[in-house]
């Protein structure tokens, strides 16, 4: 006698693609971190060669997306700050934007031309430099966010001058790092 394998039926082919979530992103997944043994950040891809994450949000937000970004705080209060984005470049491309601007460059060059501000969140958890006035050295100080803006600090903070770098992950400032400009 011969016993037959019983038939075999297969699930028919399906098109709908398979569906996953992704858990939310937590204080572990921090991206953007700020680099204390130079405090000042190289370009990233996109920025049009400005340091950090550049000057342009993409697709034209209203909303600091995650990133590093260089600008002016013009306004603070607990929680939240009011930040003008701008660019930062430095040597032959500043000298490039400079003179497309019709200004003149010297070892970086500023651009601010949008004269639209953002209300960023600062993170109960950031971190915060200030650059001291007193001494020869304008390497950042940490302080304590609730000290912060630091009355010992070279910048008037906030204000149109108060130039910083923010770092910006899952919608929030997690870290601001004042910026000295001669």
């Known amino acids: 006698t011969t016993t037959e394998a019983p038939p075999t039926t297969e699930a028919p082919p399906t098109t709908e693609a398979p569906t996953t979530t992704a858990a939310p992103p937590t204080t572990a997944d921090i991206t953007y971190v700020v680099d204390e043994s130079t405090f000042f950040p190289d370009p990233l ?43 930062f470049w430095t040597g032959a491309i500043a000298e490039a934007k ?25 993170a109960g958890s950031a971190r915060v430099w200030y650059v001291p006035a007193v001494g020869t050295d304008s390497f950042p100080i940490e302080t304590p966010v609730a000290s912060w803006p630091h009355p010992d600090s070279f910048l008037a903070c906030p204000s149109d001058w108060c130039s910083v770098w923010l770092y910006v992950n899952d919608g929030k400032a997690t870290a601001l790092v004042e910026q000295y400009l001669p």
């Open 98 to 122: 400079a003179i497309e601007d019709g200004e003149e460059a010297f070892d970086f060059y500023i651009r601010n031309q949008n004269p639209l501000t953002r209300q960023v969140p600062l």
């Open 45 to 87: 891809p996109g920025s049009d060669q400005a340091h950090g994450s550049g000057c342009v949000v993409p697709g034209g937000s209203t909303t600091l997306t995650d990133g590093i970004w260089f600008g002016y705080v013009t306004a603070f209060t607990p929680g939240t700050l009011t930040f003008d984005l701008a660019c």
